[in-house]
């Protein structure tokens, strides 16, 4: 391709319409509890690992929502299952059974 | 010596002070300028945060106003306030002398195709909440067809400087939610958005509702307002907004779309402001005569006001309003002419 200086950078809109439903509702029968997150941050603020790397339990469900799979997979990776998100969780949500499933159903390994 | 009450506006509002006053020993009199009574409650299906049937608090308020004489297709032509009463001429021909009156005339709904982005009045599957009860109520449609997916628009006319509304609606939220979740009974396979700024669940029961729409009915809320919608070649919309939870913008087609319009001070209300040189604030409601306590009272005695022509209110608090107006008039009666039986 000829080289004209610049490029064209791809789209950063997401687009709803390619939400993996049929995994998310696999994910909701492991596990119901992942459609009662109100997006308050709190599992994110408390996270310990979250110091270190960028770990955040409620931009990983909003990933799945948003059809980013891959993303969402890469905002749990540094969890170390400490379960202090569980604890501060105002929706009573059990974080570690959530990520675990989540992993489950859309990690590769 | 006459114990008259005028209330302006059968609504909600006006019935449920009209049936205390009589009650009372008042003799009192209902204006609607509409062919029945009810208000927007008549055209609603069912309320938050319950689910209640909206004809069964209509039916309550009705049987409540047994006595009340009310004038139905007909206007306040004028009124002029006299030394203890107002002189009431109705459109109809009937001179009216009123010891006090009460304002009840209520709220419009926001006019959503004022809001040219969402295409309301320009594409056929853009609706509004109204659109969507009347629905609920009849079970008719033309733009309603097994819809996949669905989006709610919250804020419609609210929270909103370049419409002229700089306030919340309050009520459209928990609308939203209940709408979302009856649609959802309606079609359980649809995907149903929900695009918000800020959740207003305020009330009791309400943030049950919305643990349920997220659990139950799986409506995905998604925290932004829709900047603009466009029509596909199948009729089927394409909605832009950013999610700012994750700071992306995002597109979603949708079959259908509600846009949660919202409350505004009814304008045939104004109509009647202006000829008692009611004074309003900036959100275009009538100004009380405080804002903390006498909030039934406006500044001319004899005057008083219930329901939403003060702002946007719930069904119930709508009641409640027109419960205290009532006992404030009855208040003001007592005080004023002692010797009125």
């Known amino acids: 391709m000829t080289d004209f200086g610049y490029s064209i950078n791809t789209s950063s809109r997401m687009n709803l319409d390619d939400f993996d439903k049929e995994s998310f509702d696999k994910l909701a029968e492991m596990e119901p509890d992942v459609r009662k997150c109100m997006a308050c941050g709190s599992c994110t603020a408390s996270c310990t690992a979250g110091k270190f790397h960028e770990t955040s339990l409620r931009s990983a469900i909003l990933a799945l929502q948003n059809g980013q799979e891959g993303k969402a997979i890469d905002f749990l990776k540094g969890c170390m299952l400490c379960g202090k998100c569980t604890m501060v969780c105002p929706r009573g949500i059990n974080t570690r059974h959530l990520i675990l499933s989540i992993l489950k159903v859309y990690g590769t390994k | ?341």
């Open chain 2, 1 to 341: 010596m006459n114990n008259n009450i005028l209330i302006v506006g059968g609504g909600p509002a006006g019935m449920e002070a009209a049936g205390m006053l009589q009650r009372l020993g008042y003799n009192t009199m209902l204006v609607e300028r509409s062919s029945k009574l009810g208000g927007h409650l008549a055209a609603w299906d069912r309320l938050f945060p319950k689910g209640l049937q909206a004809k069964e608090t209509l039916d309550r308020l009705t049987a409540g106003i047994n006595g009340v004489k009310y004038f139905l297709d007909t206007d306040i032509n004028s009124i002029n306030i006299l030394d203890d009463s107002f002189n009431v001429i109705l459109s109809n021909g009937i001179t009216i002398l009123a010891k006090a009156v009460l304002i009840a005339t209520g709220f419009d709904l926001f006019k959503a195709e004022k809001k040219e982005e969402y295409g309301y009045g320009i594409y056929d599957r853009v609706i509004t909440n109204a659109d969507l009860e009347a629905y609920y109520k009849t079970g008719k449609s033309d733009t309603i067809q097994n819809p996949k997916s669905i989006g709610f628009v919250h804020c419609v006319g609210s929270r909103d400087e370049k419409v002229g509304n700089l306030s919340c609606s309050k009520v459209c939220c928990a609308t939203a939610v209940k709408q979302a979740c009856e649609i959802k009974q309606r079609f359980p396979e649809a995907q149903v958005y929900s695009f918000y700024m800020d959740l207003r669940m305020f009330g009791r029961y309400y943030e049950d509702l919305y643990l349920e729409a997220q659990k139950k009915y799986g409506i995905r809320f998604i925290r932004g307002r829709v900047s603009e919608v466009s029509e596909k070649e199948d009729k089927s919309l394409l909605v832009k907004a950013e999610d700012t939870l994750s700071s992306k913008p995002i597109k979603v087609s949708v079959d259908l779309l509600v846009l949660m319009a919202g409350i505004r001070p009814a304008e045939a209300g104004k109509r009647v402001g202006r000829m008692l040189h009611l004074s309003n604030e900036e959100d275009g409601f009538f100004s009380t005569k405080d804002t903390i306590r006498d909030l039934q009272m406006s500044k001319i005695p004899g005057l008083f006001f219930a329901g939403t022509c003060t702002g946007p209110k719930t069904i119930p608090e709508t009641l409640n309003d027109a419960k205290s107006a009532a006992m404030e008039i009855d208040e003001y009666i007592k005080q004023n002419f002692p010797d009125r039986k």
